[in-house]
């Protein structure tokens, strides 16, 4: 279809100045855009009002939509859950014979970690209980990896609160509105986290690279000591994420590292579990000495 | 047939039995509010329970505003990406101001085209769209560098690929709501 060639409304004088001011208020609304950006670079948390109240009003539609998701996975799953019940629970007994002797070591392991803890006179501040909450929806268009939880600080959730599922880490609160709290995912480029290898305590660095993957650096650069199936977890370095969160596992050695996946997926994690901060008082130190995020200071 | 349940089940005009059946007018509220309301719509759909590890999710809100434009050329005023696009931002996650300025000089480039092309088909329209997405994308992506650290941009290739092959599906479903926006 030919465009319609409106672009001189006749011999109007009104209607050419009408057209006129459109234009002056297109690229004048383009540079006010401009400036509402650059504000939002400089101080990136400037509008989180606006966004906390985008996600209040959409959060029922976003609830509704997730119970219709999980009732047809828990069908789905049920269903295949009963086709094979027998040889399951055959299985199962044996997994819990073997489970409890492992659970009296770590039991007895817990009691003598205390006893060393407080010989070293180290005080963990456990604050009050976790909150349980559902993730109602990720940002999926954008290359900033947030997700909405479904409680806010009705339940006492505050930004900047370690956030892990059943699988491992998920990520930390950044905003909380009334009923919904905004999460910034560990696949975020954004979010450093603090951690190391389970199985001899190498301390790393992971970063998210927005792909459902995560970057593990190891703090001594220039050796790479990373193999594949390396299981890496928490470190609790820089005291916002407590140690010993499963985090993910390695899929791949890097040219300075290892990409790893992370243990818990958003899309397959119903229910995630807020937690109080480990060392408040270290993040606030860091938060005061370099006013900006708890373990980029580290 | 006289059968009474027939007579029930007759189609029957909706209300205005003795309005007249020629020279009817679109409802100028409906010709308003519903491509505007989709655009909308299309912007909060970021808030619905979808899981992605990546960006994958097309820019809905920004196809259906392309789509709705490049079909009814002058349907709104060429400042209109301001406001569309600030809405877009708070639910997008991305930095706020973003999608204002992408798509408040996706307009004016779109106003650009339009006073210079001869002739426009669905092709045209559909190449013009696909080059403002990608270019949209990218800019969304180096606004979030600004901001924060971001991943590098072949991030955004399958979201790209989605976007350019989803688009002729959107200006689908804005021709429907099209007509049923100039239906009388």
Known sequence: MAPPSNRRPGYSRKAQFGLFATYVLAIGGALFAALLLVVSIVDPKGFNALRTAGAEITAPVARFFNSIRRSVGDLAENTSAYLDAASKNAALTKEVESSRQKLNDAAALKVENERLRSLLGLIEESGGEGVVARLISTSASSTRRTATLSEGSNKGIEAGQPIRGPEGLIGRTISVGPTTASVLLVTDADNVVPVMRAEDGLPAFASGLANGTVAIRPINLGVNPFKKGDVIVTSGNGGLYPPNIPFGLVLDKSDDGAIARPFADPARTPYVLTMPTYQPEVVAAQEGGEDGDAEQAE | ?184
Do not use: K
């Open chain 2, 1 to 184: 047939m006289n059968n009474p349940i027939a007579s029930i089940m007759r189609p029957r005009r909706s209300g205005g039995q003795y309005q007249s059946r020629l020279n009817r007018t679109q409802s100028p509220a409906r010709m308003t509010v519903i491509p505007v309301v989709s655009v909308l719509l299309a912007s909060m759909a970021s808030a619905l329970p979808i899981f992605t590890a990546g960006p994958l999710l097309p820019p809905l809100g920004l196809m259906v505003f392309l789509a709705w434009r490049l079909m009814r050329p002058g349907i709104w005023p060429v400042w209109a990406g301001l406001p569309f696009g600030l809405f877009d931002d708070i639910f997008s996650g991305q930095p706020f101001g973003s999608a204002g300025l992408t798509w408040s000089l996706a307009m004016l480039a779109m106003e650009i085209i339009d006073s210079n092309a001869v002739w426009r088909d669905h092709w045209q329209d559909w190449l013009i769209a696909t080059i403002i997405i990608i270019l949209v994308l990218f800019a969304g992506l180096w606004f979030v560098s600004l901001a924060h650290s971001a991943p590098g941009a072949t991030i955004l290739l399958p979201q790209i690929i989605l976007s350019a092959l989803f688009f002729p599906l959107v200006v689908r479903l804005c021709a429907r709501l099209d007509s049923w926006r100039l239906a009388t």
